[in-house]
């Protein structure tokens, strides 16, 4: 297989997570700039959020362990870069240790080492020439006046742990010999197993202690300096084995070897040295078949979960073999829809097991895909894009999303203009191809007014749309506005449905719009999750639908709602323009508007995003020519013929077909190890 380089090699990886990150960036830009604090994060803790990604090489991660300017150190030791990102990130640290007083910061710098690197999993940090630094003996006079006669003087680690407990600092006075001497045995037969600093202590130790000594009251017999050294501490040692006998040494010497496997004291002494890990040697891939992984939200009860659904639907009318990979949206979201269940991958290689990867996800969710579960997913295979976006303009700030795709799907010709746009100031473009979406309501479940607690004589008018996806995007407020232009607030005739999910009772804008459907007895709002077959029901079981959004990627609810036959007020703006029409629907007049701070996700002023404000004043007339069309059954089945042929899961799935084979004619060199896609 011929797969593109960009599909096997990763993306700037800590960019991608930059973009990702909004909860670390917490309101600063997320320009191409990635500022050091950031990847000093990736370093001590991405890796770790983020485990399908190889770690960052021993070069990167070594500059943890630099020590910073313009601070106190101490011999090789001082506030590292890892200690100061750590006091960034952590209050807990900040409130035990005052950095700004010379004893602060040694308190932190011993915490670092005996336990910071422990609780961050930065033990591999330590390289050759810091595990030598922490084996230096400290250059303090009162620690150098008592050593005078010590053949082992303590090292920075073993200072270091004596530092960061006052408990210890007060049993041992290592400024005596005898201090120093009774602190060194508890180090080596207590702190090193319990402490599990065994990484940071020098090989050397580990040979000083099985050194063999020779008794003096037995010569020629020996022991380990580690069992004589616990003896000499140990009462009971002491009284079950006396040394000046032969016996004794003989049940010492068993003692000992049985005691490194059953000892905790010892159990680091029998432990061999951890070798190197060596990377296994790469296998080749083996050539995947041709298919499609359907990769988004395939249990999400929303409109970009309907999209991989849809996309699953066409596969199967055209006769592409597919599985769905299915992308957790969040813990806020329902994920209650399990009509792909059986179409799930297995574990493992084989949860993707085919050459081609669709992401029915946003392009932001890809790349968080990408973030998320690795390389594995992408690398290999053709990884397409079939992305969702309502503006006409895409955010400068993710032009990177880019790269984790070798190819974008536009699902109208509003985001197929926009896509390609994108790609004008791109090195290498990508294919940027028209490919439409299916829409279905099969999956109906039939339901009265009465079910769903509506007026049953009114002709009434229905809007659904999800709070999550921006109330300055959906634009509820001017459906209501249109409503109450057309109709005279004594028309009881009409009625006004507003169906929404995901509300938040906080927001004040959730609070106006309440207050604004309570004005009028009219208006009947729905706040509440629906399963898949009940909002179908509820649009087949409304008399019309009305969206005056301020920009659609595609608009399926209004697609929904022809398939039924309904006549559909809609602005003629953005995706719906490729199939609400004059002949097909009631268009609205629109003026185009920026887009305001904050109204919409990922977009800064530099982009200049705009979409379009509908003229209220022609909606209303719209809603009254659509009131006077919903009486008319010739109306309801033209419309909803037309709609059945333009939105088929089959034209839409031949049309897949299509694009996969020149796609496979082009990308994949061996046509042998691929299957051909079905005719």
């Known amino acids: 297989m011929n797969i593109p380089a960009k599909a096997n090699t990763p993306v700037n990886l800590l960019h991608v997570a930059w973009l990702v990150r909004a909860d670390l960036r917490q309101g600063q830009s997320a320009g191409n700039t990635v500022p050091d604090w950031f990847a000093q994060w990736w370093l001590v803790d991405g890796w770790r959020e983020y485990p399908l990604w190889p770690r960052p090489d021993a070069a990167q991660r070594q500059t943890l362990l630099q020590l910073l300017p313009d601070w106190p150190s101490y011999g090789p030791f001082g506030m590292t870069q890892a200690f100061w990102y750590l006091l960034q990130r952590r209050e807990d640290l900040v409130q035990t240790f005052d950095v700004s007083t010379e004893s602060g910061l040694w308190h932190g710098i011993a915490w670092f080492f005996t336990h910071g690197l422990k609780e961050h999993g930065l033990m591999d940090l ?9 084996d230096q003996t400290p250059p303090f006079a009162e620690l150098q006046a008592a050593v005078a006669n010590q053949q082992t003087p303590l090292t920075w680690l073993m200072f270091f742990v004596w530092r960061s407990a006052a408990e210890l600092q007060q049993n041992f006075d290592i400024r005596t010999a005898d201090g120093q001497a009774r602190y060194l045995h508890w180090f080596l037969f207590d702190a090193v197993h319990r402490l599990k600093l065994t990484p940071l202590l020098a090989p050397r130790w580990r040979s000083w202690l099985a050194q063999r000594l020779e008794l003096r009251t037995q010569p020629g017999v020996t022991v380990s300096r580690a069992t004589l050294m616990l003896w000499q501490r140990r009462r009971d040692l002491q009284q079950v084995y006396d040394l000046k006998a032969a016996p004794g040494w003989g049940a010492l010497a068993r003692w000992e070897h049985k005691a490194r496997q059953t000892d905790a004291a010892l159990h680091w002494l029998a432990d061999p040295l951890a070798a190197p890990a060596q990377d296994a040697a790469a296998k080749p891939a083996a050539p995947r078949p041709f298919g499609l992984n359907l990769i988004g939200f395939a249990f999400g009860e929303m409109g970009i979960g309907e999209d991989v659904r849809m996309a699953a ?15 957790h949206p969040g813990d806020h979201l329902r994920q209650a829809d399990r009509a792909l269940e059986e179409h799930l991958g297995e574990e493992g290689d084989e949860e993707a097991p085919y050459a081609v990867n669709l992401f029915c996800l946003t392009g932001f969710d890809t790349v968080r895909v990408y973030l998320e579960r690795g390389l594995a997913l992408f690398a290999g295979r053709y990884n397409i894009g079939w992305w969702p976006w309502e503006l006409p303009v895409w955010p400068t700030q993710w032009q990177s999303a880019f790269e984790v795709v070798d190819e974008v799907w536009a699902a109208t010709a509003f985001t197929h203009a926009m896509y390609t746009s994108a790609q004008q100031a791109a090195s290498a473009p990508l294919p940027v191809t028209l490919m439409p979406l299916a829409a279905s309501v099969a999956r109906v479940q039939p339901t009265t007014r009465q079910e769903l607690g509506l007026p049953e004589q009114r002709f009434l008018f229905l809007y659904v749309f999800d709070f999550n996806s921006y109330l300055a995007r959906k634009n509820p407020f001017a459906a209501i506005q249109a409503f109450q232009k057309a109709f005279s607030p004594d028309d009881d005739s009409v009625g006004l449905v507003l169906k929404t999910m995901n509300s938040q009772p906080d927001n004040p804008e959730w609070q106006r719009f309440v207050k604004a459907c309570g004005a009028d007895a009219r208006i009947v709002l729905l706040d509440q999750t629906l399963d898949r077959g009940a909002v179908l029901g509820l649009i087949d079981a409304c008399d019309a639908y009305v969206s005056l959004h ?25 995706g719906n323009v490729d199939f609400l029409t004059e002949e097909t629907g009631f268009p609205v007049q629109w003026k185009r508007c920026a887009v305001k701070p904050g109204e919409y996700p990922f977009v800064v002023a530099q982009d200049q995003a705009w979409w379009a404000a509908p003229d209220i004043a022609h909606a209303a007339i719209q809603m009254q020519a659509a009131r006077s069309a919903g009486g008319h059954t010739a109306f309801a089945k033209r419309l909803k013929k037309s709609a059945e042929v333009t939105f088929s899961p089959q034209r839409i799935g031949l049309l897949m077909r299509e694009r996969l084979g020149v796609i496979q004619r082009d990308r994949f060199e061996s046509e042998e190890t691929v299957l051909k896609v079905p005719k």
Do not use: W, Y
């Open 550 to 574: 301020r920009a659609e990627g595609f608009g399926r609810s209004l697609a929904e709602a022809m398939l039924f036959g309904k006549p559909v007020v809609g602005t003629h703006f953005s």
């Open 313 to 327: 639907a066409a596969c199967e009318a055209a006769g592409i073999p597919f599985k769905v990979v299915n992308i």
């Open 126 to 134: 330590v390289d050759a020439e810091t595990l030598a630094a922490l």
